[in-house]
C-alpha cells in the first residue's frame, strides 16, 4: 500500500528526534546514477572489480579504480533540494543525526554540519594507505597518476593506496557505526530516503528504529526490503517528496 506526503507528517507531527537515513536515490536528482534501479551503476560495471581483495590483488583494477577516480569522482555534483531539505530538518532542531551510506560528500555541500553525518560507506574526497593508514594528499597523488604512474604508492612505505571509500568485504568503519548507534538510541522516528534497504549491516539502522516502536517513513522510487515495516511509504522521488514533508514538519 502506498501512503501520502500527509500521511507521513501526520506519522511524524510529534516526533523530535528524527533519524535521518540516506541512500544512493538521494543523490539521483543530483546527476549520481544509484546502483541497483534500471540504467544503475551495477548494469554498467562489474561489482567485483569492488572488493578489496581484487584491488589488493590486481593492478590493472587499480588502475582503472583511479581513472574512474580523476578528476575529483563527483566534482560536478551539486545538493538537490533532498539534501537541502535534510539540512532544513536539522536546523529546526527536529532531527538527531544523518546515517548516509552515501559517499559523495552532497550532504556536507548542503551545510550539514560533519557532526551530524555518519558516512557508513566512506567518502570519495580520501586517499589512504591500506598498509600504515596514512593520509595521502590528493592532489599530490592525482599528479603523480596524470603523470604516468598508474599504481600509486604511500610514499611514507610504499603500501597500495585507496580511496577511503568502503569497498565490498572490508570492515565499517568504526567512529561512524559507533556514531549511528548512539542516534539509534536517541532517535524517536526515522526517515529514510532513497535507499532499497538491501545492503547489510547499514541497512539494519533504520530497522532497529522501527523496532523499538517509533515511526519508519520510507521515500523510494522503487519497492525496499522494509515495505512490510514502515508506518508510511511514499514512493517517488526524493527532491520533491522530502522537502514537502519537511517544510509541513517544520512550519510554524
Request: charged share 20%; with cysteine.
Amino acid at each position: 500500500m502506498e501512503f501520502t506526503v500527509e500521511a507521513a507528517v501526520a506519522a511524524l507531527a510529534d516526533r523530535t528526534n528524527i533519524l535521518v537515513f540516506t541512500g544512493a536515490g538521494i543523490s539521483t536528482e543530483s546527476g549520481i546514477p544509484d546502483f541497483r534501479s534500471p540504467g544503475g551503476l551495477w548494469t554498467r560495471l562489474n561489482p567485483d572489480d569492488f572488493t578489496l581483495s581484487r584491488y589488493l590483488s590486481d593492478p590493472e583494477v587499480r588502475a582503472k579504480s583511479w581513472g574512474a577516480r580523476f578528476p575529483r569522482l563527483y566534482g560536478g555534483s551539486t545538493p538537490n533540494p533532498a539534501h537541502h531539505a535534510v539540512v532544513d530538518l536539522w536546523k529546526a532542531g527536529r532531527m538527531v543525526g544523518c546515517v548516509t551510506q552515501n559517499i559523495d560528500g552532497l550532504h556536507q555541500a548542503a551545510g550539514l554540519p560533519l557532526d551530524t553525518i555518519a558516512e557508513l560507506h566512506g567518502n570519495a574526497d580520501g586517499i589512504a594507505c591500506v598498509t600504515c593508514g596514512a593520509s595521502a594528499d590528493v592532489s599530490e597523488v592525482e599528479a603523480r597518476w596524470h603523470g604516468g604512474d598508474r599504481d600509486p604508492r604511500c610514499t611514507l612505505c610504499g603500501g597500495i593506496l585507496k580511496s577511503t571509500i568502503v569497498f565490498f568485504e572490508e570492515m565499517l568503519p568504526g567512529p561512524p557505526m559507533e556514531q549511528a548507534q548512539s542516534w539509534i538510541g536517541q532517535a524517536d522516528a526515522v526517515i529514510a530516503v532513497g535507499s532499497s534497504l538491501s545492503v547489510f549491516p547499514a541497512a539494519y539502522i533504520p530497522l532497529e528504529v522501527a523496532g523499538r516502536g517509533h515511526p519508519l517513513v520510507i521515500i523510494n522510487r522503487g519497492p525496499t526490503e522494509f515495505d512490510d515495516r514502515a508506518t508510511v511509504r511514499v514512493r517517488g522521488m526524493a527532491g520533491t517528496i522530502l522537502p514537502q514533508l519537511v517544510a509541513a514538519l517544520t512550519a510554524p
